[in-house]
Structure formats: structure tokens, C-alpha cells
């Protein structure tokens, strides 16, 4: 069992930036992939980025490339993305969630624990 806590959402001027943590619980999160998806009004659940559970191996999709970054601690059992230039269509609630397949997943199905949520809101 894996308990995920998703913090440091906020409001920021676009080109700003911000960065997400995922605070998880158990002695296994070393063994899992994270992922971050993000969810904006009226819209589905999408996949943003995902990182092997050795940090080795990391996925984004084409929207974020080269603006947001996954990471993760297994010592602190914690995974961060940083986002920088944001823009207001990166507004949605982000949400993380650990897999315990081997690869990075990109569907939310494939995802077994999901964190809470923080809601990031970028103005224009």
C-alpha cells in the first residue's frame, strides 16, 4: 500500500514557475514508476510526465518538453516536477500516481495509488 501527498500548487504569472512534490508513505515506493497528470475543467485526466523507479528512465509529453522536469528521491521518498515557462493552458489540478509496472505508464488505468491533487493556476 502506497499513500501519496501532492503539494506546492499555487497561482503564478505565465513564464513563471513552480514545482511539485509527492511526499509518499511505505517502504516500497522504490519500487514503483510515478507519474504526473494533470486534470483541467470539463476535460479528462491527462498523463504529463513519468519517471522510472530508478529515476533512470523519464517520459513527458510533446506540450511539456523542455519546460517541465521529473525527479524523484527514493531516499525521501518523494517525487518533484518542475515547471518553468509555464503557461495558462498548463492550468489544471496535478495530480500524482505510482504504477508498479516496470515501464513508464501514460494511461491512468495503469496507475495504481493517486495523490490528492494541488490545483496550479497560471494567468495570463
Known amino acids: 500500500q502506497v499513500q501519496l501527498v501532492d503539494s506546492g500548487g499555487g497561482f503564478v504569472q505565465a513564464g513563471g514557475s513552480l514545482r511539485l512534490s509527492c511526499a509518499a508513505s511505505?517502504?516500497?515506493?522504490?519500487?514503483?514508476?510515478m507519474g504526473w497528470f494533470r486534470q483541467a475543467p470539463g476535460k479528462e485526466r491527462e498523463f504529463v510526465a513519468g519517471?522510472?523507479?530508478?529515476?533512470?528512465?523519464?517520459y513527458y509529453v510533446d506540450s511539456v518538453k523542455g519546460r517541465f522536469i521529473i525527479s524523484r528521491d527514493n531516499a525521501k521518498n518523494t517525487v518533484y516536477l518542475q515547471m518553468n515557462s509555464l503557461k495558462p493552458e498548463d492550468t489544471a489540478v496535478y495530480y500524482c500516481?505510482?504504477?508498479?509496472?516496470?515501464?513508464?505508464?501514460?494511461?491512468?488505468?495503469?496507475?495504481?495509488?493517486w495523490g490528492q491533487g494541488t490545483q496550479v493556476t497560471v494567468s495570463s
Open positions: 500516481a505510482a504504477s508498479q509496472q516496470r515501464s513508464i505508464p501514460t494511461r491512468t488505468y495503469e496507475y495504481d495509488y
Open positions: 511505505g517502504r516500497t515506493f522504490s519500487t514503483y514508476a
Open positions: 519517471i522510472s523507479w530508478s529515476g533512470g528512465s523519464r
